[in-house]
């Protein structure tokens, strides 16, 4: 039996749902589905007046994996994980590794460390949709 | 048979939760989308018992839902 099945840093990012819900005057929005896992995201962005990202939204229909990925651009006080113009949007191309830190850098993710589809597809999905609505 | 929503986690996570308690269980669209849709659903767990089933493995199943939900929401 696994005690944890995520890290709780992970659960605790998809329970805390920050960003949840819809922006009243959205500039841009878009809906992107998963047909692999069915998740489904819908994200509000409101833009100033340099097109930067003033306001940030999403609704999301889809596993804690997921949850947390969109939880995560609100909830980081990061200003790489928060992004600031539609051209700092972009979505990782290299495996995700599920490593613990400490064990990060020293090799390549073996297979069944990186998240692969579609644990990976839930992580970027609400990436993508936000590429959609800044597109 | 027995399809089920658990309130505030996603239906394949508490899949994946079954399975570290060695219960396997379908979990998502379950090839109905449109019904989905319909019902404003993300997906049920389906639960199906057969023959070589016994009492241990319900066990296992309501032990694996409660960790869930205990863990997850």
Redo the contacts between chains.
């Keep these: 039996?696994?005690e944890?099945?995520?890290q709780e840093r992970i659960?605790a990012l998809a329970?805390a749902k920050t960003g949840a819900g819809k922006l009243a005057s959205p500039t841009k929005s878009a809906r992107r589905d998963n047909p692999l896992?069915?998740?489904?995201v819908t994200i509000d962005v409101k833009l100033d007046g340099q097109g930067r990202i003033a306001e940030i939204a999403q609704q999301v229909?889809?596993?804690?994996l997921c949850?947390a990925s969109a939880s995560r651009w609100r909830g980081s006080r990061s200003a790489a994980m928060r992004p600031a113009s539609p051209r700092s949007v972009t979505t990782p191309s290299a495996p995700l590794d599920a490593r613990p830190a400490s064990r990060r850098g020293r090799s390549p993710p073996s297979p069944r460390c990186a998240i692969t589809s579609p644990a990976r597809s839930a992580c970027l999905l609400p990436f993508e949709a936000l590429k959609d609505a800044l597109s | 048979m027995v399809s089920f929503q658990l309130e505030g986690v996603h239906p394949h996570d508490v899949a994946q939760t079954l399975d570290s308690f060695g219960v396997a269980v379908r979990a998502g669209h379950h090839c109905a989308q449109p019904l989905m849709d319909r019902f404003d659903l993300d997906g049920t767990t389906r639960v199906s018992i057969a023959p070589y089933n016994d009492n241990t493995d319900i066990d296992a199943l309501l032990i694996g839902v409660k960790h869930a939900a205990k863990t997850l929401r």
């Design positions: 039996m696994s944890q099945l995520y659960v329970k896992c069915g998740d489904r229909r889809g596993c804690l949850q």
